[in-house]
């Protein structure tokens, strides 16, 4: 009777199939910090990318710039290629010890849960080119998906549909931008006046400042049920102004055809605001500025000392803000805009500071929440246009792909897929 002998060579194969079964890996890494990523704005395209195809995704906050974990899916590694974003491969075990380094108490870190890709409507007028807004370039340069609307849709209720809105450079006081002194007889500026005040009457109103009102307290509404609203430059403070003047007359004639409403200052209702608060109003339809909520023309600083920094929050504690502050740096270079940035001492107390220019008081980027709902406000048009006027070039982002400015846009692009948004501080 023959007896089986085990051959040696039999157990090394058996070995060295159960190593490589235990290290193969089984996750695919996004680092988002300064050293090891190519392209940081087309990491926000495959995160969002990845929700859309039903997985999930694990955001690690302050682990090596506000990494992003993924499963290993072949379709993944092949779309980051294409895209030109660096990713690395990691086994079973090196994710335990990186999730494990995470976890430790002794460290600013968290793994937060993206479960699905948010809905994402743009308010714009329908003629507006992606490049005229630095949310709709940024969106468009990293394949991230969205879909405009306007004041009919907004009207007829439709922000319903969405579970984030960014508000264009809108002005929601009817005073159209404030560009009258300087841009009231060019053709651009007349064609604006003339459709903004035949979509008021067919909407069924007599002004552009009343309809400009009734959207803007339809966007309140929508934050209020638990939207989540994000706004640049004028938007922001035009925005805060219509809500606080509900149904005070604050246009000259050349605005809307009558007088304002004498003493309109003291009918200012701040309670009515989401950020700001005691600001008073630009009256003279010749400057162009909205009110003391702004700093542009404040500020005394030097383009080249132009920066801002991000706070510093606790990832475990204050998951929000530091899901909003995630970059591969600290220290943000500054942009101009209509609205360039906050007065520090206007800002509600209630609201978030997520950046500041300490040495000027002024806050540049801040969030807030209203009823169930979240907002970010964010000074300055352009992140890597220090200072753009009308008619200006587009900026082109493939020369900015790891832009620290438009990296805060997309955090915000990602903030709605979060599995726990409960605001801690």
Known sequence: MMKYRFKPTCLVFLILLFVISNIKASYILIPMD?????????????????????????????????SFLFPDVEDIRKECTIRGVSYQVLTDNQTTEVLQTIESPSQNMEAVVLEKAPKIAVYSPKGNQPWDD????????????????????????????????????????????????????????VR???????????????????EKLAVATKIRDYVIGGGFMFAMCSATDSFEIALAAEGVDICEPMFDGDPSEPGYQSKIDFSKTFAFKNFILERSPNVYEFSTIDMTRKRRIPKETDYFTLMDFS??????????????????????????????????????????NRTNKEARYIHGIKGKGFFTFYGGHDPEDYQHMVGDPKTELELHPNSPGYRLILNNILFPAAKNKKQKT
Not at 145 to 163: G, H, M, Q, R, S
Not at 339 to 345: I, V
Request: glycine share 6%; aromatic share 14%.
């Open 315 to 356: 990832a475990k504690w204050d998951p929000i803000p530091t899901m909003l502050c995630q970059n591969h740096t600290a220290l943000v270079k500054g942009f101009m805009g209509q609205t360039t940035a906050y007065d520090r001492l206007l800002v509600k107390s209630n609201v978030l500071v997520l950046g500041e």
């Open 134 to 189: 630095a949310v709709t370039m940024v969106l468009t340069y990293a394949e991230i998906p969205y879909e405009t609307v306007y004041d009919k849709e907004v009207l007829e209720d439709n922000l319903i549909l969405y579970d984030w809105l960014h508000l264009h450079h809108e002005d929601f006081t009817g005073q159209y931008g404030k560009f009258y002194n300087r841009y009231r007889s060019t053709p651009w500026y």
């Open 192 to 210: 604006e006046k003339l459709n903004a005040e035949k979509q008021a009457k067919e909407l069924g109103f007599t002004k552009v400042s009343e």
């Open 34 to 66: 300064a050293e090891d990523q190519k392209n940081h704005l087309k990491a926000y395209g495959i995160t969002y990318w990845t929700l859309s195809k039903d997985y999930k995704v694990k955001w690690l906050l302050n682990y090596k710039g506000g």
